[in-house]
Nanobody, 120 residues
Framework: QVQLVESGGGLVQAGGSLRLSCAASGSTFSIDTMGWYRQAPGKQRELVATVSEGGSTNYADAVQGRFTISRDHAKNIVFLQMSSLKPEDTAVYYC??????????????WGQGTQVTVSS
């Protein structure tokens, strides 16, 4: 089992910046991918960004060039630096992690979510 605790959400004006953090605990030795998803009211949860164990990153087109994901492997923390925020970035942001074992079994875990609100 892996537990995820997010922090860093809040209210910011358009054009501003926020940094989200997510700390993993528990069976962290099996974590390979960490990342962020978001869900706006009335919409489905969508990918924001992920970072693999090897450091490869993947971003949604909507945030490419504005958001940066990074990872502290030693502390099992993933960060999302969000810049040039837009009102359409308003959503609940969820930390995500995937674990993988030697037999290729995978599990998926989610944080409780943190609200990001961007005012125009």
């Amino acid at each position: 089992q892996v537990q995820l605790v997010e922090s860093g959400g809040g209210l910011v004006q358009a054009g501003g910046s926020l940094r989200l953090s997510c700390a993993a605990s528990g069976s962290t030795f099996s974590i390979d991918t960490m990342g962020w998803y978001r869900q706006a009211p009335g919409k489905q949860r969508e990918l924001v960004a992920t970072v693999s164990e090897g450091g490869s990153t993947n971003y949604a087109d909507a945030v490419q060039g504005r958001f940066t994901i990074s990872r502290d492997h030693a502390k099992n923390i993933v960060f999302l630096q969000m810049s040039s925020l837009k009102p359409e970035d308003t959503a609940v942001y969820y930390c995500y992690t995937r674990t993988m074992y030697s037999d290729r079994t995978t599990n998926h875990y989610w944080g409780q979510g943190t609200q990001v609100t961007v005012s125009s």
